[in-house]
């Protein structure tokens, strides 16, 4: 079993930045590959990053790309999202999910594929 507690969530406005930190237990977390996704009112939730186990092979959706930054530091069990340059379509709840890994160093697109989620996180960037 895997508990996942996203934090770092809030109001900030167009053009600020946030960090949303994920805090991991439970398991052994640098064999899990994680990942970032949103949902916004009345939309699907889509991966935002995602990351191997080994935080070497990453993802970024279009939206996002060369805005936000995923990370983190298996030593800490704590995965993080760097958001830059927010914009109110930025505006939706954050999870942070764990899919338990088989060895290889990939990361995972579809939220079928994640096996623990966190409880989210509210991002509202205001105009």
């Known amino acids: 079993q895997v508990q996942l507690v996203e934090s770092g969530g809030g109001l900030v406005q167009a053009g600020g930045s946030l960090r949303l930190s994920c805090a991991a237990s439970?398991?052994?977390?640098?064999?899990?590959?994680m990942g970032w996704f949103r949902q916004a009112p009345g939309k699907e939730r889509v991966v935002v990053a995602a990351?191997?186990?080994?935080?070497?092979?990453?993802y970024y959706a279009d939206s996002v790309k060369g805005r936000f930054a995923i990370s983190r530091d298996n030593a800490k069990n704590t995965m993080y999202l760097q958001m830059n340059s927010l914009s109110p379509e930025d505006t939706a709840v954050y999870y942070c999910?764990?899919?338990?890994?088989?060895?290889?160093?990939?990361?995972?697109?579809?939220?079928?594929?994640?096996?623990?989620w966190g409880q989210g996180t509210q991002v509202t960037v205001s105009s």
């Open positions: 990351i191997s186990r080994t935080g070497g092979r990453s």
């Open positions: 439970g398991r052994t977390f640098s064999s899990e590959a």
């Open positions: 999910a764990a899919a338990i890994g088989f060895g290889s160093d990939t990361y995972y697109l579809s939220s079928a594929q994640y096996d623990y």
